[in-house]
């Protein structure tokens, strides 16, 4: 009988999962155009890896399927679809670069989840093609490869509804998942195109105001300069970027009601406020206790905060840093910006929620005897559940980055150190020490996969994929 379901389980994921696929492999075409326009030789590689992800794609597409997904089915599909993006991406990288598969892996997953950590010491020197794809996987894996196809390729119903909640997204701006999605996109397209703008006419050029509007309002910060936004040297250009990290770490949903007119509805919302004042508060200590100018106290506190991990300075001035920074850093990391953004980390809601219940549960001891506390937050009963989740999660996530942390410190790092990349790998920052490098142990390397993977699939997917494989090899 189990093994009937595990057999089922498998026919049910594998014609949405055929569907994610042969979206990836369309994306993996588009650099095509850019080797064409600058007369590289790299396009066969990136036709013939598409062409591949689409014809497996088609293959798992003539399975038989019934629109009666499950929760469960939907986190298999997405954490799969987000393993298959980054081997996808990681062949591209291989066959252009001439870098190991652990290496290329390792890149891709940074790109796809919008983590922004890289191994490559010189980025400049890559392809214009190469520098477009980790642009572009970071522009799509912000909003999540399997939104992209809901948005694209896959009809509605059912299996619609378990696919957007398995990458842990819940709110809703239009009465159906089908068209919450595509108005998420319609949203996301005018910002890209409002970033590209403003990078231009503050003096960019247009392929690097293409590239850096990808990664910084997609939250990815993966960039293709080696000093990153440092190296145009402009503070307006840093303005620019502070703004899209703003907005890349924004609800969609808040974007929907300030586009709608409804502009306050963007400071009556909880997370916008807590967001401003983290900035706030974070930025004064930065400025006050490490010496930070105003600016890049700032841009790095949004930086870290959004999960964009764009920086100012090169990785070896933050290396050098003092512990005080870096353990500010790494705290904003943790948290995140808002759930329904491109953000990752643990999200503020959940850190709000969690604040919250302890107050009210100060509160409820404190009352007398049968007292009812209101429990509402931005106007929105919270119950039980929610605060569960909140917490339950928040353990997880603490529990993934200490494992991560003490294996770091086990190869010799330094213990602020280790936890500032840990943080900024499982949060999907981008922000590095130094300890990411082509050169980095083995087992890290493959932690540092790991963690990008679970945060950005919110760890509950990649358990129960685990889960069903280890049903299947007890079978």
Request: aromatic share 10%.
């Amino acid at each position: 009988m189990k093994k009937t379901m595990v057999i089922r389980d498998i026919l049910l994921i594998s014609n949405p999962l055929g569907q994610i696929m042969q979206g990836i492999g369309v994306v993996t075409l588009i650099p095509i155009l850019v080797a064409l326009i600058y007369g590289e030789s790299h396009l066969i590689v990136f036709l013939g890896v598409g062409l591949f992800s689409i014809a497996l794609g088609f293959i798992l597409r003539r399975v038989p399927f019934e629109d009666r997904l499950r929760l469960k089915h939907g986190m298999m599909i997405a954490a799969l679809a987000w393993l298959w993006a980054a081997f996808i991406g990681s062949l591209c990288l291989m066959y252009t670069t001439n870098i190991d598969f652990l290496n290329a892996y390792f890149e891709s997953m940074s790109a796809w989840s919008g983590s922004g950590l890289s191994i490559f010491t010189d980025v400049e020197i890559l392809p214009k093609s190469v520098l477009f794809l980790r642009s572009i996987e970071q522009w799509v894996g912000g909003l999540g490869v399997v939104i992209m196809v809901i948005g694209i390729l896959i009809r509605p119903g059912t299996a619609v509804a378990r696919l957007y909640k398995s990458e842990a997204r819940e709110e809703k701006i239009k009465p159906s998942i089908t068209n919450t999605v595509k108005t998420i996109w319609w949203i996301y397209i005018l910002y890209t195109i409002l970033g590209i703008v403003l990078y231009v006419l503050a003096g960019m050029p247009l392929f690097d105001a293409i590239n850096n509007t990808f990664t910084n309002l997609s939250t990815g910060g993966m960039s293709i300069k080696n000093n990153n936004i440092g190296a145009y040297g402009s503070d307006l250009i840093t303005l620019i970027t502070i703004i899209l990290m703003i907005v890349g770490g924004t609800s969609f949903l808040v974007h929907y009601k300030a586009l709608k007119g409804r502009v306050l509805d963007v400071f009556r919302d909880v997370q916008f406020q807590a967001m401003i004042i983290i900035v706030a508060v974070f930025s004064v200590l930065l400025i006050v206790y490490a010496k930070f100018t105003n600016l890049n106290a700032i841009f790095y506190v949004v930086s870290a905060l959004s999960c964009t991990g764009s920086s100012t300075l090169p990785v070896s001035t933050m290396a050098a840093w003092a512990d005080y920074p870096k353990v500010i850093l790494a705290i904003a990391m943790i948290i995140g910006m808002a759930a329904g953004s491109t953000t990752g980390a643990l999200k503020l809601i959940r850190v709000v929620t969690l604040l919250k219940s302890a107050y009210w549960e100060i509160k409820r001891i404190i009352s007398p005897e049968g007292s009812i506390i209101i429990r509402k937050i931005s106007g929105k009963s919270v119950g039980d559940v929610e605060i569960k989740e909140a917490g339950s999660y928040t353990f997880l996530y603490l529990l993934f980055i200490s494992i991560s942390w003490v294996v770091l410190m086990q190869y010799g790092y330094g213990g602020i150190d280790s936890l500032f990349e840990v943080a900024s790998a499982q949060g999907n920052v981008g922000l590095s020490t130094g300890i990411t490098s082509p050169t980095m142990p083995t087992i890290a390397e493959i932690l540092f996969i790991f963690n990008m993977w679970i945060g950005r699939i919110e760890i509950i997917p990649a358990m129960v994929l685990f889960k069903g494989l280890w049903d299947v090899l007890r079978r």
